[in-house]
């Protein structure tokens, strides 16, 4: 079993920065560097997207075009932790937003949700304008 939960969420006025966290932990055989990673979120009202993913060994990253150059994915695979740097927030980054964990295919990562096994409760993040 597999579980994720995410961190790190609040208020923050548009144009400031916020940094989410997620820790992974699996039962035994369940390793952290075994799965790709990703952050989506679903504002009110719409449906969830994928904002960014990362793959198991960090090596490669994937951004929606309305989040690259402003957010960064990161991971750190001996504290199985997942990071989200969110810098220039935009009111309409306002959102709940969920970590994911989907089984690594070895090359690189997804923002499709469908392709995650695993999801945390989701963290909210309210961007002020």
């Known amino acids: 079993q597999v579980q994720v939960v995410e961190s790190g969420g609040g208020l923050v006025q548009a144009g400031g920065s916020l940094t989410l966290s997620c820790i992974f932990s699996?039962?035994?055989?369940?390793?952290?560097?075994?799965?790709?990673m990703g952050w989506f979120r679903q504002p009110p009202g719409k449906e969830r997207e994928g904002v960014s993913c990362?793959?198991?060994?960090?090596?490669?990253?994937d951004y929606a075009d309305s989040v690259k150059g402003r957010f960064t994915i990161s991971r750190d695979n001996a504290k199985n932790t997942l990071d989200l740097h969110m810098n220039s927030g935009k009111s309409e980054n306002t959102a709940t937003y969920y970590c994911?964990?989907?089984?690594?295919?070895?090359?690189?990562?997804?923002?499709?949700?469908?392709?995650?096994?695993?999801w945390g409760q989701g963290t909210q993040v309210t961007i002020s304008s």
């Open positions: 990362i793959s198991w060994s960090g090596e490669r990253t």
């Open positions: 699996g039962s035994f055989g369940l390793n952290f560097d075994d799965y790709a």
């Open positions: 994911a964990a989907a089984p690594s295919n070895g090359v690189g990562c997804s923002r499709i949700a469908g392709e995650y096994d695993y």
